[in-house]
């Protein structure tokens, strides 16, 4: 269970995140919803340990996650696509992908893995021996989740992994996640804008405002309250 | 000033490769004045690639971009604002050392009416000139309604605000045609604005908008173009690309999984 | 021919030298973009200790021990020390610094060691046209460049020191010690520095005396397109011996512009070396 | 939400900018201003002081040039001593084969020089980046220097030229090296009242849109390539004027001075005053010159072995750069802003609230 | 740059002279690429110096000697000259080194009538009493030196083949129009180098390719012992004939004495210098039996033990000392008019083997040369006492004066 407690988070003077509260359950998806600026990207950095916390605490499977070093955090299975895919340009599509599973002893499972994410995204083994500057933005994306995939994380933190991906594409990623929490336990902490298809896939859904969480309930609740989503998430 | 109906932009047999891959084959598309054009299909089918060859960054093995009746030779990017043609990044490609105001100033060059000798001893009228472009600047921002932020490093602000300085730099050069590579990513609560922004800037230009977000294509574009492994698949109004099965299958899936909500 | 078959030989020797310092910067780049100024100072101190044992003890090999893993350690603190505070500056703060490391590390030398010319011996028989010792340098420099591209291009921890000098919160994410990375990257890149200063200083040994190697080595380095070992290899031997036919056949004087020149040919054809990949910003 | 088609009459605006002087009769006002203070400066301070304002003056104009180049379009070059070194042997060969030529023309066509090489530097170096460029760079300080060896009768060798200019007017009575002084700073003057104008005009944003995003910047317009090209022929032309000052100064020309020393000094005058501003410059420029200085005296007040004498005061201007960039991650400049923020701050408290 | 006026305005200006000390100021490469090999000569000045001042100073003055860093960089030159001459207020400049450097201040001293005593350099400008009435050699001139050289090897080696080896300066220049007035005939071949480049072995190979048997070496002491190195190297053996600047036994066996270690036993220092032939001015400081020798290493063993005692560190030493002389020859109360004429009075005598050619007219240092030849273990023997010539086409003669001995000049004695 991921558990964050009371967690405020600024740059310099701006606050992004102002006591935060957000309880996940194994095997669960949950999304966290807001308009621009909410604090969603700030949240997720901040559970893979890239941005301190001037205060509150988060912990993930009852271990303490606040103030390790990301590289800790990530060989503690806690698997982070940032927004943007965060690809490595410079290296090869492969390259990329083995990276995601470096820290992990079992060899063969990595191979298996890198086979695996070839069947989910194609166009990635294709192209695997290219450097990564030479993929579409969509592809990109594609290769930053299969590589947060190769390390089997226990928890996968998405940042807007539907940013610029075909409908057909992310819908399909909404499906390999639904999947992969049937069949691994998967915890997913999806952050979108997109509400409606993020929501489409959680159990639970946190919106964001200013910092705050302004509402928390089952996505089914979610998606009926019209005047939150009036209010918050623009639809 | 070119009339509604007529072609202000042909794009004629364009193809490219890169080593083996063909990004783009054969590809032919037209754009009115006054319309606004999409350009949709999967990841990697060569709209990012399309814009490229528009623009002058990527040569094709053969076709040609036709500008107002006359082809475009050998141009290059920085020509294209001069031209009358501005584009937006798929990223933000902000200045990240320039404040927003400068950011803007930066794209409304074209209405600079001294040359550089000028404004390297900042003689003659580059002083009023400057203050025109500042003038400008500012008013493009406020109607984006982020005149506030003038002052602020890009760095600091939200993606969404970031993406609309991004585009008051396109808007503020006045283009004829205007080349928008995603502008809706990141944004969500957005949208309806920027529907309505680019239906009421259909008066003053032409606009060709690669987009992932259907109901934004669906709601301000005239036709759509479609592209699959670099060939176009099919063209028509919306409503017909919608029911294109091949559109269906190619890229928008199963529409039971995305119904369209607004 | 006589005279074209030793400036060839002897260009190969020079440029085997070029060539290992050149890795050394190239291995730095690679792990924290930083050019290295301080390279040929780190490489001197390593040198200067060798010349310090080897008097002491007779051995020069053990003077070869110690100067490479004073190297390493040098290296490695000066990544702690001086690199690391300055991960989210400019690359100007690192060229700033690591020169500021250059003067001091001279200066350290001048003072221990004076700065009047000590002799410094050869590791193997100097003499004939292509001598045992060149033989020796030729080889132990291909040596190193074919186990540092081993390193990199094929072992995970190659793969995890690219990652963390590409995109360091990335490869964080990714499990990626990137600190160790670096430190193990300028570690590596010293040791490999030092063997160059070993190979570069006879047969005199002075503060300022990797000055000119190091312009050449940066020059090969630059040739070679500073993110591949395999072309700043080339780009050495490549300038070694180009420049011998320079100083043989126009005259000594004309090294130096003949090295500009050849670097702006290449670089006006390839902006990113012989055998650096363009870096094509995607659209 | 509408886009106009026509230039809004923003009047606020214009009467604004109507109370503030043109751009270039603004700056000169204040360089005529700074002029009078180097001259009351010179007045009050002995010879050997004056000489060291006119050093620092011919290396204000070498680093605000090269403030310009790596500050604005992030082009680093580690080689701007050659611009120095085109300038000096500019003014020492039309002072030695022109005599009848004014000084004000000898440093203008030193300018000018240093131009041309700039010119020339600049599009080899327009498409390099980085490394690659600072390379090449380095390599142009270390190479052209040796030309004088190629054309030993030309230009003097390794021993360079010497000569004297008589710049004085006969029957001022103010000491030689007072007159050179004010001389230099007239000429650093002018040209920085020009810099200051590329700076903050629509040149001096071009160049940081250029540093910022290559592809941005051309699909605004902006001809990146010639941008380049462009920054670094107005710095070249910067150190082709210091490097002309300095001949005028000291009277000499001479390969050995023009070393690679020489263009890493003026890059990290760049870094320790400030990196992009011209302010930085300045302090930049002061530092170099004091910070050798003061690393010499200290060497001489401490009594110590010779070797260690000799190179102490190396060892501590190597501190200087380390400790300085480490702890003013901003220069000099930067220090002092954040001085006056701290003077200011509590007078104004003001809360620094995020609109988002 | 004219300056006739300087001399006058030296009149009876008595800078950087108080009551119990002179203040003398010099410019040296301590630091930078020319430091090796010159950082030590003001190390022996300042022995002497202090020697002299524990020895109650001249004429009760002690001599408070400032060094300045140049880098050999002409521009740091003209630098810290300024502040020697306008904050430190400086008596003189003695030993300012080398010529690039020098030449930058020489009109500057000049115009401002400061005493520029006994550079540092051979080069001829020094010696130019009428454009430059404050400046005065030390050095034997390089034209001087290569007339010597050449005669003694046209009269020593007829018929053999000649090859040069020069540093690409003044140095170079100016002994090949020395060594041309005797041994141009004979001459196959002109190579030189650059200081900067430190790889001689194509330049070596070219001196073997065009079989050259004479190597005349115009070189600083490393790269005379480069072209040794080098010419082992390729097989190469030529006799080489190397000038003083780059002749210094001490230091040149000190430069090689590690070969003999390793590369195979056949490579010694000695072996590597036996048989080299050099020319000199001082007194080679392995003739112990020279009474000069004698006394300076008496001041080196109790001011500088640790440094190695190498003709360079002799250089210095000597230089110091003759400047005592003059200080002393100046009078009771020195001005800076009295030292030039000290200086021009031809009453120098020193611990040089041949005479200065200081008079009215001529203000060159050292007019002559021995030739010596460096034994097997690595002492010297003179093979050509010292003999004297001026710049032009003039004669060489045997130099018979007598030499002063440390006793008779006796500046340290009350
Ligand atoms: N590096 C930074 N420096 C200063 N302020 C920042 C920085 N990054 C984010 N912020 C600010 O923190 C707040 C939260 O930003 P965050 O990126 O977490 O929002 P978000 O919900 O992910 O928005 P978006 O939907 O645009 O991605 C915003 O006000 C933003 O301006
Ligand atoms: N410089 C290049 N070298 C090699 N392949 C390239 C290069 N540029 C693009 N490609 C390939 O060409 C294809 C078309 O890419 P493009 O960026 O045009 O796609 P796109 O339609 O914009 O996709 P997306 O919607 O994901 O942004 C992709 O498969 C991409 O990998
Ligand atoms: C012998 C040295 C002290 C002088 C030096 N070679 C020069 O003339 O420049
Ligand atoms: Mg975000
Ligand atoms: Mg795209």
Known sequence: MLEIDGLSVAYGAVRALDGVGIEVDRGGITAVLGANGAGKTTLLRTISGLQPARRGRIAWDGKELTGLAPDRIARGGVAHVPEGGGVITELTVDENLRLGALWRRDRADRAAAREEVYELFPPLEERSAKPASTLSGGERQMLAIGRALMSRPSLLLLDEPSLGLAPLITARIMGILRDLRASTGLTVVLVEQNAHSALSIADRGYVLALGRVVAVDTAAELLADDGLRHAYLGF | MTLPGEDLLVVDGLTVRFGGLTALHDVRLSVDAGTVVGVIGPNGAGKTTLFNVICGFVRPQSGRVVWRGEPLVRHRPEHLAGLGIVRTLQGLGLFAGLTVLENVMAGAGRHARTGVLPALVGAGRSARDESDLAARARATLGELGIADLADRLPGVLPYGVRKRVALARALVAEPDLLLLDEPASGLFAELVELSTLILSLRRHMAVVLVEHHMDLVMQVCDRVVVLNFGEVIAAGTPAEIQADPRVAEAYLGDPAEEAPDA | ?283 | MTVRTSLPESRVEAAAKKRMLPPLLRHTLYALAAFAAVVALTLVTDEFTNLRIATIGYYLIAVAGLTLLTGLTGQVSLGHGAFMFIGAYTVALLVKHVPSFPLWADLLLASVAGGLAGLLAGAAAARLRGPYLAGATLALAVGLPALTRRFQDFLGGSNGLSFTVHSRPSGVAIPELRWQTWIVWLSVLIALVLVVNVVRGRLGRDFRAVRDDEVAASLSGIAVGRTKILAFLISAVCGGLAGGLQAFLLGTAAPGSFTPALSLSLLAAVVLGGLGSLWGALWGAVALVYFQAWSEDLADVLHLNTDVANNLPLAVYGVILIVVVLAFPRGIQGGFQKLRGILRRPAEKKENHENH | GESDGGGQQAADSAVGVTKDTVTIGTHQPLTGPAAPGYSKISVGARAVFQAINDGGGINGRKIDYKVEDDGYNPTKTVEVVKKLVLQDKVFAIVGGLGTPTHSKVVDYLNTEGVPDLLVSSGALAWDNPQKAPMTFGYQVDYTREGKIQGKYIKDTFAGKKIGYFTQNDDVGRDTQAGLDQFVKDQTVVRQGYDSANTDVTPQLSALKAAGAEVVVCECIPAFTALSILAAAKIGYKPQFVVSSIGADPATLSGLLQDFAKRGGASVSSAQLLAGLIGTGYLPDVAQTTDPWVAYFKGIHDKYIPKEPLTNTLFYGMVQAYTFGQALKAAGPDPTRQKIVEAMSSGALKGPGLTPFGFSKDSHSGYTGAYVFKINPDTTTTVIQPPSVTDRGTGAITPYTGERATPDQVNLLGK
């Open chain 3, 1 to 283: 021919m006589q005279e074209f078959l030793d400036l060839t030989l002897g260009g190969i020797s020079a440029g085997a030298v070029y060539a290992a310092l050149g890795l050394a910067l190239v291995i730095i780049y690679r792990a924290t973009r930083v050019v290295n100024f301080a390279q040929p100072a780190l490489a001197l101190i390593s040198t200067y200790l060798a010349y310090s044992v080897t008097k002491a003890t007779g051995s020069y090999w053990l003077g070869f021990a110690v100067a490479i893993v004073a190297g390493t350690v040098l290296g490695v603190a000066t990544e702690r020390l001086l690199i690391r505070p300055l991960r989210h500056r400019s690359e100007l703060s690192s060229i700033i610094v690591t020169l500021g490391l250059l003067l001091v590390l001279q200066a350290i030398a001048g003072m221990i060691w004076s700065n009047e010319p000590l002799a410094f011996p050869y590791a193997f028989d100097f003499r004939g046209r292509f001598s045992a010792n060149d033989l020796f340098v030729v080889l132990i420099v291909l040596a190193i460049a074919a186990l540092v591209l081993v390193v990199f291009k094929y072992t995970p921890l190659g793969l995890r020191m690219r990652a963390a000098a590409f995109a360091p919160d990335v490869a964080r994410t990714l499990g990626v010690r990137v600190g160790l990375m670096l430190t193990v990257g300028w570690g590596m890149a010293a040791a490999v520095g030092s063997l160059a200063g070993l190979l570069a200083t006879p047969p005199f040994l002075f503060p300022n005396v990797l000055d000119g190697v190091f312009v050449y080595a940066l020059t090969a380095a630059v040739l070679g397109g500073l993110d591949n070992p395999l072309g700043t290899i080339a780009g050495g031997f490549v300038l070694g011996v180009g420049l011998s036919y320079v100083s043989g056949y126009l005259g000594p004087e004309m090294v130096t512009i003949a090295a500009l020149a050849i670097l702006v040919v290449v670089l006006i054809v390839r902006p990113s070396g012989l055998f650096g990949r363009a870096k094509v910003r995607r659209v």
